[in-house]
């Protein structure tokens, strides 16, 4: 039985034959395979098409022609035919943002077809041979390689002008501008509503230019205008309005204030401007063409204004060095008591009784014999010497936009008494003093003012302002105090970043008197025995360090 099935099976595949059992009947017939149905699956082409500038973009790769059709069509509103025999022709070709007719030319030449445009409106694809037969008289020179729908077109009244693939060209000379317009609508088949005449004459020469483009060149410098209204296109004069357009301009990197004072006075002629400082932007109304060219004034001055960000660093030195000594005696009124300091300065006074025990104790060591002084005299000793460092540094850090100044200001206040005394002369010939007393205020400051201009480089001008006054000590206590000014002007220029040091304000005094007794107070040595001498040096430095860093928000 086994033999028996090995038989059949190699029988079937020999013979392509099938076994189909009926009971214990077996019966062979021709093998007939199962159909399989084939699913069709869609493919998304790649179409896309700009109704406003009329404009189409394909990229296809074997896709048949009559899906090709049926998708620009949908996406076009424009009819596309074909013959029957073109349904299922593999198309292949890439084009990117060409105007209709000639897209539709480009991939009739590279698949070896021909496209023509109809009467009514209508594209019709054929075979290159069909349209042959239908012209054999035709010659070869006389046909256009891409097809019927780029040929170029000519008006009989104006010669100058020429339409091809939606583009227009022109060369003329003082021609009425109503039949420019009328012409050239005519030809790319433009609707049009005409609010009034157009009147004047124009001499225009262009090149391939598209329809809206066209117009504004026309209209340049006219008091026309126009505007779009879905596909129909409106003419007539400026100020219409039909015409006339209303907008809000708002400024996305620059503040509106007083933005209004910098526009150009041209720019303004016949448009009305209101600033509309809760949305930071401007209100136009106007014509269309004179609202482009101020939007598009507004958009060149709307950057970024750089932020600069300013270290200052502002250190004030002064040194004062003083040393005062010598030896004073005489005779007094009275009895000097004896006392002094010894530390941190030598300052004492000696009365007769204590010289006189002195003078005692230097005797009994030698041969000189001193007397005694009287009972007034006095003996002053004095040595003393003082040092001082004082360092001021502060370190004010401020931020201005590009073009503003920053300034910075740090003050004392004090006050002193002012006495007014007033004669006031009564009705019995009396006379009284009326006195009035005043506080007044002195300042003194330190004031830094920074005018940072940021060039294109990042190189960073500055004008740069210090004034700083101090006070000196008071005559009384209620007196004004005296007051030290310094300041100084500067314009310098740094690189992004980089420190510069101003200043070095420096002040230097000297002082070196003495008193003594004549000849004797100039010998050195002697002169700090027979005399008093006093030596003062002080030294006053001002140094300021500014960094500058621009930020770019």
């Known amino acids: ?300 001055i709307d950057v970024v204004v750089p932020m600069v960000h300013i270290e200052v660093i502002i250190a004030d030195v002064r040194k004062s060095n003083s040393l005062s000594a010598g030896i004073s005696m005489g005779l007094g009124t009275g009895t000097n008591t004896t006392g002094g300091s010894l530390l941190p300065d030598y300052n004492i006074s000696l009365n007769s009784k204590s010289i006189n025990n002195l003078i005692s104790g230097i005797n009994g060591f030698g041969v000189i014999n001193l007397g005694n002084v009287t009972p007034n005299f006095y003996l002053n000793l004095k040595a003393m010497e003082s040092n001082g460092i004082l360092k001021l540094r502060s370190t004010p850090q401020i931020a201005t936009l590009n073009g503003h100044e920053a300034k910075l200001s740090v003050g004392q206040t004090q006050y002193y008494l002012e006495v007014n005394n007033n004669l006031v002369n009564q009705a019995n010939t009396q006379q009284n003093i009326l006195q009035t007393q005043n506080w007044k205020a002195v300042n003194a400051d330190l004031s830094v003012t920074i005018d940072p201009q940021v060039s294109g480089d990042e190189q960073i001008t500055m004008t740069i302002n210090v004034k700083q006054s101090s006070f000196t000590e008071r005559v009384s206590n209620t007196a004004p105090p005296g007051t030290i000014n310094r300041d100084f002007q500067s314009l310098v220029r740094v690189k992004n970043g980089e420190m510069i040091m101003l200043g070095g304000l420096e002040e230097n005094q000297v002082n070196n008197s003495g008193s003594g007794l004549p000849l004797l107070s100039r010998i050195p040595i002697l002169k700090w025995i027979f005399g008093n001498r006093t030596k003062s040096k002080s030294e006053n430095k001002l140094t300021i360090f500014i960094k500058p860093t621009v930020i770019y928000n």
Do not use: H
Request: include cysteine; proline fraction near 3%; aromatic fraction near 10%.
């Open 1 to 300: 039985m086994w033999i028996r099935e090995e038989v059949f099976l190699f029988l079937c595949k020999r013979y392509d034959l099938d076994i189909q059992f009926m009971g214990p009947i077996m019966t062979f017939v021709k093998f007939t395979p199962a159909v399989v149905e084939k699913k069709i699956i869609t493919k998304k082409l790649n179409i896309q098409y700009e109704k406003s500038l009329d404009l189409l973009s394909y990229d296809l790769n074997n896709d048949t022609l009559g899906n090709v059709a049926k998708e620009i069509t949908k996406q076009s509103g424009k009819n596309i035919i074909y013959s029957p025999d073109l349904m299922n022709k593999t198309v292949s070709g890439f084009m990117q943002g060409a105007t209709f007719n000639s897209a539709l030319e480009k991939l009739a030449f590279a698949n070896d077809m021909k496209v023509t445009k109809t009467d009514d409106d209508f594209y019709v694809f054929e075979k290159k041979q069909a349209i042959a037969a239908q012209n054999p008289n035709q010659g070869s020179s006389s046909n256009n390689s891409f097809g019927s729908l780029s040929g170029t077109k000519k008006d009989d009244k104006n010669t100058g002008i020429v339409v091809k693939d939606g583009l227009i060209s022109m060369d003329v000379q003082n021609t009425p501008i109503a039949d420019i317009v009328s012409a050239v609508s005519k030809q790319l088949d433009k609707n049009y509503f005409l609010f009034n005449d157009l009147k004047g004459n124009t001499t225009l020469k262009v090149v391939d230019a598209p329809y809206d483009e066209f117009l504004k060149l026309l209209f340049n410098g006219t008091d026309l205008t126009f505007k779009k209204d879905g596909s129909v296109y409106l003419f007539g004069d400026r100020n219409l309005e039909g015409l006339r357009l209303s907008k809000l301009i708002t400024l996305k990197n620059r503040t509106i204030e007083k933005i209004i004072d910098f526009i150009p006075a041209e720019l303004k002629k016949g448009i009305e401007l209101k600033v509309f400082e809760d949305m930071n932007g401007i209100i136009v109304s106007g014509s269309q063409p004179r609202i482009n060219e101020l939007e598009a004034f507004l958009r060149q």
